[in-house]
């Protein structure tokens, strides 16, 4: 079975920074969407940035844009979420998912049934 790992979430106070890491196993990283969603309490979760694996091409929700960066090394199946300035409105679980098949963008990272789900990682960002 596809395994996602996700780490780097922790506690930071507001304006501080974290990198989240997806690591896949046994999964080959072509032609597919990574990234990441969040789900803070009492609020639906949503989907925060994905990458395409074959191309690089990117999305953001607009909340992150500028402040997050979302990367992939293909070659260690890894896929890395940036989180500069961070705010405390941040401060969800986030978790790592993949949809095969497809590049990634909004349609897909909206609307699309994730092929596979890590389990989540906590980020607190303190005011």
């Known amino acids: 079975d596809v395994q996602l790992q996700a780490s780097g979430g922790g506690l930071v106070q507001a304006g501080g920074s974290l990198r989240l890491s997806c690591a896949a196993s046994?999964?080959?990283?072509?032609?597919?969407?990574i990234g990441w969603f969040r789900q803070a309490p009492g609020k639906e979760r949503e989907g925060v940035s994905c990458?395409?694996?074959?191309?690089?091409?990117?999305y953001y929700v607009d909340s992150v844009k500028g402040r997050f960066t979302i990367s992939s090394d293909n070659a260690k199946n890894t896929v890395s979420l940036q989180m500069n300035g961070l705010e405390p409105e941040d401060t969800a679980v986030y978790y790592c998912?993949?949809?095969?098949?497809?590049?990634?963008?909004?349609?897909?990272?909206?609307?699309?049934?994730?092929?596979?789900w890590g389990k989540g990682t906590q980020v607190t960002v303190s005011s």
């Open positions: 998912a993949v949809v095969e098949d497809h590049f990634c963008s909004v349609y897909v990272w909206k609307s699309r049934a994730m092929d596979y």
């Open positions: 990458i395409s694996t074959t191309d690089g091409s990117t």
């Open positions: 046994r999964f080959t990283f072509d032609d597919h969407a």
